[in-house]
């Protein structure tokens, strides 16, 4: 089992920066394959980023590629969401989510862009970009 909470959402103006984070409860968390996700109004749920725990390897979305970056803190059992140059298009709920991998298997970077891929999910934080 693995919890997640997301934090540090907000309001801010066009153009700033914000870094949300995932803080994960239960074991295994080490051994997660950890994914960003986001839901605008009226809108699917759509993939953000991802993270491998075994190599660290990322992928992005077209979208965000360039602006935001994914990161974590094993030790800390955190995951964070860097987001720069931010579009009122990125308002949205942004949740974290959670892929155990214990055997590290790399999975192709469609795998980890469905929704079906993550195991746990947190509640999501609230980012507003104003223009």
């Not at 809108?43 to 660290?56: C, D, L, P």
């Amino acid at each position: 089992q693995v919890q997640l909470v997301e934090s540090g959402g907000g309001l801010v103006q066009a153009g700033a920066s914000l870094r949300v984070s995932c803080a994960a409860s239960g074991h295994n968390f080490m051994y997660a394959d950890m994914g960003w996700f986001r839901q605008a109004p009226g809108k699917e749920r759509e993939f953000v980023a991802q993270i491998s725990w075994r190599t660290g390897r990322t992928y992005y979305a077209d979208s965000v590629k360039g602006r935001f970056t994914i990161s974590r803190n094993n030790a800390k059992n955190m995951v964070y969401l860097q987001m720069n140059s931010l579009k009122p298009e990125d308002t949205a709920v942004y949740y974290c989510a959670a892929d155990p991998n214990t055997l590290g298997t790399i999975y192709t970077d469609t795998y980890y862009s469905s929704e079906d891929a993550y195991d746990y999910w947190g509640q999501g934080t609230q980012v507003t970009v104003s223009s």
